[in-house]
């Protein structure tokens, strides 16, 4: 029945009319059904292809003719196979599994009401002030103090911007950094971009942040901290501070890196920066350590955050939020003046979010779907899933901690654990070992972790040295104590076998 009256359907009749109707809801439901059945998918990938066979298989010429609903439906599920399930118990690499059924019925729902949140008044009448309160919790939850309701006049005093990642969160605060160097640069462009430069860990930093100078035009000049412990060490801070007084812009701290997640002494960072320069722009970048915010019992290692000038949070990182959506929050809400543009395309209106958003036009109703998942959870719920994760992080140290042929690189802060098998030999040896250990696991496809290089800060395998890190993220709620054995034994027996491979000028250390 539903078959035929989709199959029955005509290309004319796939924009929703009351014709098309029960048509188009059955099109709907069919493709929820295959989305539901690939989050419940047990394997990462079902099938996998090489980029070229890909290639080959994909980049078609749109045919002439048109196919109906039906045969679309199964097109589009013929692409599922070949996509990665981030919610499969077996994807211990990444994310998030953007699996929270909250997050996914505001999702769906924003793809029905076509607000566009570039103005109030017309386009977005109640979707702004949704984006708006969404905005105010996550503001209190990082302790920023919010104006009263009462007081909420304008986009200028919300304190924050909902934005497609947290790349884009951090360049809007690298904008806003070379505002307050260089007031004005708005207008007049960047004179002299060597005193734009942006502090950062050495080795820990995430990539965004050195784009970002590229593309708000101050250059890639970026000043390196050497870390202790995975964070700053605020010694050497201090002395870079010293060494390039007058030319540092920014100060980017980490309240969990995008390798161990390690939250930076906040606090510390910013006595020590405040008190060297107290105009020099101070970011946090919380992509993951947001969720630290969540419980009473995590945020004390926030502590410090709410005064920092920005803040970046990731709820696609965390919250199980469908991709995409993070979010800059500012201390000061006044201050995203300072980067606001004009256009009579864009109503010059209180609560246009177009005048503040920085590279984006036409803008969607995305917090939607965080709204809604904030809705469902409620604080208690959010503490819940932060304390979840953390649990489930100490459980896999403890299952690392009670292997020989396992160690691990640091005390979590947040989901991520780094660690390294350990083959008999020198640090090249570890390096080769793990590396060829992911390679295997890629090729294999049943498991994910993720794989990066570190220094070992803690030394755990030779002080100073960079080491090849395999990591486990406990985000999946799916992934049980016994999914974590089972890895375990796989890492073990992976790792023994290619160590047995391992050239001999790497075994001998030539
Ligand atoms: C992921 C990440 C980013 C970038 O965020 P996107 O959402 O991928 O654009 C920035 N900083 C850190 C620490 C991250 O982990």
Not at 30 to 42: E, F, N, T, Y
Not at 105 to 122: E, K, P, R, V, Y
Not at 362 to 382: D, I, N, P, V, Y
């Amino acid at each position: 029945m539903t078959q035929t009256r989709l199959g029955n359907a005509t290309a004319r009749s796939s924009v929703i009319t009351p014709h098309s109707r029960g048509e188009v809801s059955t099109l709907l439901k069919a493709i929820v059904d295959a989305g539901v059945a690939l989050k419940l998918r047990d394997a990462i990938y079902e099938l996998r292809m090489s980029p070229l066979d890909l290639r080959d298989a994909t980049l078609q010429e749109l045919p002439e003719a048109g196919i109906d609903l039906l045969t679309l439906v199964k097109d589009a599920e013929s692409l599922l196979p070949l996509c990665k399930n981030e919610a499969s118990p077996y994807f211990c690499g990444f994310g998030d599994t953007g699996a929270d059924a909250a997050a996914l019925a505001g999702g769906l729902l924003d793809l029905f009401c076509q607000q566009n949140l570039i103005n109030q008044s017309f386009d977005a009448p109640v979707a702004t002030f949704v984006e708006i309160a969404v905005l105010r919790w996550l503001r209190d939850l990082i302790g920023y103090i919010s104006p009263m309701v009462a007081n909420v006049r304008s986009v200028w005093d919300v304190g924050g911007i909902v934005t497609t990642g947290g790349t884009m969160s951090n360049t809007v605060a690298m904008m806003l950094a070379r505002e307050r160097r260089s007031p004005g640069t708005m207008q007049r462009g960047v004179t002299d971009p060597s005193a734009h430069g942006i502090v950062v860990p050495k080795g820990i930093g995430h990539y965004s942040v050195k784009a970002a100078g590229t593309w708000v035009g101050t250059g890639a000049h970026v000043i390196e901290v050497p870390t202790r412990g995975f964070g700053y060490d605020l010694e050497q801070l201090d002395r870079a501070l010293v060494e390039h007084a007058g030319q540092v812009m920014a100060v980017v701290a980490y309240a969990g890196d995008s390798r161990t997640q390690t939250i930076d002494d906040l606090r510390g960072i910013a006595d020590t920066v405040r008190r060297r320069d107290p105009k020099i722009w101070l970011h946090a970048d919380a992509c993951w350590g947001l969720i630290a915010s969540f419980s009473p019992a995590l945020a004390g290692r926030l502590a410090g955050i709410d005064t920092f000038d920005s803040v970046t949070v990731d709820p696609h990182k965390v919250m199980n939020i469908p991709y995409s959506l993070s979010a800059l929050l500012v201390r000061d809400p006044g201050v995203l003046r300072t980067v606001s543009s004009y256009s009579d395309l864009i109503m010059q209106e209180d609560f246009a979010f177009g005048q503040v958003t920085p590279f984006v036009g036409t803008k969607g109703w995305g917090s939607l779907k965080l709204w809604a998942m904030m809705r469902a959870h409620g604080r208690s719920g959010l503490a819940g899933l932060a304390e979840d994760r953390i649990s489930r992080a100490l459980e896999f140290c403890r299952l690392i901690d009670a292997s020989p042929k396992l160690i691990r690189l640091h005390d979590p802060h947040l989901a991520a654990v780094a660690f390294c098998y350990l083959p008999d030999g020198d640090v090249e040896r570890v390096n080769y070992v793990n590396k060829a250990i992911h390679e295997r696991m890629l090729a294999e496809c049943r498991w994910h972790v993720h794989t990066f290089t570190l220094p070992d800060d803690n030394g755990h395998i030779q002080q100073g040295s960079q080491v090849q890190a395999l990591r486990f993220m406990a985000n999946n709620p799916r992934t049980s104590t016994a999914h974590m054995e089972e890895l375990i034994d796989y890492i073990h027996a992976v790792g023994r076998a290619v160590d047995v491979e391992t050239p001999n000028s790497i075994k001998e250390g030539v």
